[in-house]
C-alpha cells in the first residue's frame, strides 16, 4: 500500500530554536516530492523536489530529498511564532498524471 | 489573479440532505483536484480532472459522492445524502499541464452534518 509518513506528529519549540521535520514514503515509480504549510486555511506550497541530495532553500527554511532511503526532511532555522503551522509532505507517483498522497502532517508550534 | 475559488465558505445541513460544493479552478489550468481534510485521516484526494474529464476517482468514498467538471472554469462536488461523518473540509486544487506539480488549493468548504 502506498504511504507517507510524516514524523513527529506534533512539535513545540521556542522562538529561535532550529527544528527539523521528516517525511518518509513508500510508493510505486515516484516522482516527486513536495512541501506544504498549512495555517489556518488551505495549504500553501513550499517546495517540491525530485532529486536527491540537492537542497532547496527559501529564506530560512530548507529541504531535502533522499530518494534511496525513501525520506525528505524540511528544516527551519531561528525559528519565528509565524513559523507556527501544520507541515505537509505529499509524494506524487505512480503513472497516471495528478495521483498525490498526502502525510498526516506534523504541527508545529512556536512559542515567544 | 483570484486563485481557485470555492462556495460555499460554511455550510451546516441535516443528515440525509443533499449538499452541492462549488469550484472555480484558476484560469488555464488544465487539472482539478477534490480533496477532503479530516483530523482522523488528513488530507486525501477524492477525484480529480484533466481537461474536464474525471481520470482518477478512486479516493470518492462511496456512491453518495459525485462530481462533475461541465466546463474548464467550474466544477462541483455533490454529496447525496449527506452523513455526520461526512462532516470536514473539503478543498479544492488547481494546477497546470507542466512538470512542476505545484497545486494551488482553494480556501475550502467546512461542511457540518448534524
Redesign the interface.
Given at each position: 500500500e502506498d504511504k507517507v509518513v510524516q514524523s513527529p506528529l506534533s512539535l513545540v519549540v521556542h522562538e529561535g530554536d532550529t527544528v527539523t521535520l521528516n517525511c518518509s514514503y513508500e510508493v510505486t515509480n515516484f516522482r516527486s516530492l513536495l512541501w506544504y504549510k498549512q495555517e489556518k486555511k488551505a495549504p500553501t506550497f513550499l517546495f517540491m523536489l525530485t532529486s536527491s541530495g540537492i537542497e532547496k532553500k527559501s529564506g530560512r527554511l530548507s529541504s531535502i530529498l533522499d530518494k534511496k532511503e525513501l525520506f525528505s526532511i524540511l528544516n527551519i532555522t531561528a525559528t519565528q511564532t509565524g513559523d507556527s503551522a501544520v507541515y505537509l509532505c505529499a509524494v506524487k507517483y505512480g503513472g497516471s498524471q495528478g495521483n498525490l498522497i498526502f502525510g498526516k502532517g506534523t504541527k508545529l508550534s512556536v512559542k515567544p | 489573479d483570484a486563485g481557485v475559488i470555492q462556495s460555499p465558505r460554511h455550510e451546516v445541513t441535516e443528515m440525509g440532505q443533499e449538499v452541492t460544493l462549488r469550484c472555480k479552478p484558476i484560469s488555464g489550468h488544465d487539472?482539478l483536484?477534490w480533496y477532503r481534510q479530516t483530523m482522523m485521516?488528513?488530507?486525501?484526494?477524492l477525484i480529480?480532472f484533466?481537461n474536464n474529464v474525471p481520470?482518477?476517482d478512486s479516493g470518492m468514498p462511496e456512491d453518495r459522492f459525485s462530481a462533475k467538471m461541465p466546463n474548464a472554469s467550474f466544477s462541483t462536488l455533490k454529496i447525496q445524502p449527506s452523513e455526520p461523518r461526512d462532516s470536514a473540509v473539503y478543498?479544492c486544487a488547481s494546477r497546470s499541464g507542466g512538470g512542476?506539480?505545484?497545486?494551488?488549493?482553494?480556501?475550502?468548504t467546512r461542511l457540518t452534518v448534524t
Open positions: - | 487539472y483536484f485521516r488528513g488530507l486525501e484526494l480529480y484533466n481520470i482518477d478543498f512542476t506539480y505545484e497545486q494551488y488549493f482553494g480556501p475550502g
